[in-house]
């Protein structure tokens, strides 16, 4: 059973940091590229990163610079860095397992309950 369980949310003040994890499970997780999507209320879910198995990584330009995506097979475990937050990264994260790199499609329609990030003052 695929699951995806993400956790490392919070409140932040603009300017602060996270680390988001996701711990995965039921597939190949080694073989697999991985990304991380957000979705605010009222908006369509968003692609925020995705690192392939063979260790490349691309960005959305809105979080270029500041967040940085990475992973620990050993684990089945990706991470998400992200620095200088700002107010309109205020979201729910997700993570999930992808086909392509250049415009990265979820492999599955399901996802997991995601990790809320509150940037405010």
């Known amino acids: 059973q695929v699951q995806f369980v993400e956790s490392g949310g919070g409140l932040v003040q603009p300017g602060g940091s996270l680390r988001l994890s996701c711990a995965a499970s039921?597939?190949?997780?080694?073989?697999?590229?991985m990304a991380w999507y957000r979705q605010t209320p009222g908006k369509q879910r968003e692609y925020v990163a995705v690192?392939?198995?063979?260790?490349?990584?691309n960005y959305a330009d809105f979080v270029k610079g500041r967040f940085t995506i990475s992973r620990d097979n050993a684990k089945n475990t990706v991470y998400l860095q992200m620095n200088s937050l700002k107010p309109e990264d205020t979201a729910i994260y997700y993570c999930?397992?992808?086909?392509?790199?250049?415009?990265?499609?979820?492999?599955?329609?399901?996802w997991g309950q995601g990790t809320q990030v509150t940037v405010s003052s």
């Open positions: 039921g597939f190949t997780f080694s073989s697999s590229a």
């Open positions: 690192k392939t198995s063979s260790g490349s990584t």
């Open positions: 999930t397992t992808v086909a392509g790199f250049i415009v990265p499609t979820p492999k599955f329609t399901f």
